[in-house]
């Protein structure tokens, strides 16, 4: 009405609304283009708008699992590490132990066994007490499991318990 108070007429306006609407519909479009979304927002498909929020939902989500899977392997990685580390530790032990029983070693030589067995020994306790993920023990018996969330949902198959 304040246009046709300047004095327009009625093609004139027609005119000026066209414009204006199709400069909205432009900024629409334009909007559309720069996000790479044929939605933009709800009112220009509001169940499209749904399903796409949902799947943007679930993607963050699957990222996270992702995520959360690469730590679960990191943690059985890291316990499987500690666990070949003192199995050779023990395999060092059991020679040092087959060859201090025999009769052509001196005292010393034994003595020399046997501080390294004890060594050795120490050893397997430090790795055990040290070996951790996120101030979590893995080794020292003090977690004997841990659930890693792996899927999108809260169901068992999204899941997946590791036993230490």
């Given amino acids: 009405m304040l246009i ?3 004095g327009m007429d009625p093609v004139s ?8 609407q199709a400069s909205r519909q432009m900024g629409v479009r334009i909007d559309r283009i720069s996000s790479g ?3 933009t927002r709800a ?7 749904a399903v796409a929020t949902n799947l943007s939902t679930d993607a963050t989500s699957a990222r996270a699992a992702i ?10 990685e890291l316990a499987s590490d500690a666990t070949t580390e003192v199995e050779d530790i023990i395999s060092r032990m059991k020679e040092l ?44 018996g003090g977690t004997t499991s841990l659930n890693i969330q792996v899927g999108l949902h809260n ?10």
């Fill in 4 to 6: 046709q108070s300047v």
């Fill in 13 to 20: 306006y027609r005119l000026v609304n066209n414009l204006r």
């Fill in 37 to 39: 979304l044929r939605i």
């Fill in 43 to 49: 009112a220009d498909d509001a169940a499209g708008m």
């Fill in 67 to 76: 995520r959360n899977t690469n730590q679960g392997i990191t943690v059985v």
């Fill in 97 to 140: 132990a087959v060859e201090s029983k025999t009769g052509t070693l001196t005292t010393a030589q034994r003595n020399a066994l046997h501080t390294e067995f004890l060594t050795l020994r120490s050893d397997i306790d430090r790795i055990a007490n040290a070996t951790e993920f996120n101030n979590i023990k893995l080794t020292s």
């Fill in 155 to 164: 169901t068992a198959n999204d899941r997946i318990q590791l036993d230490l």
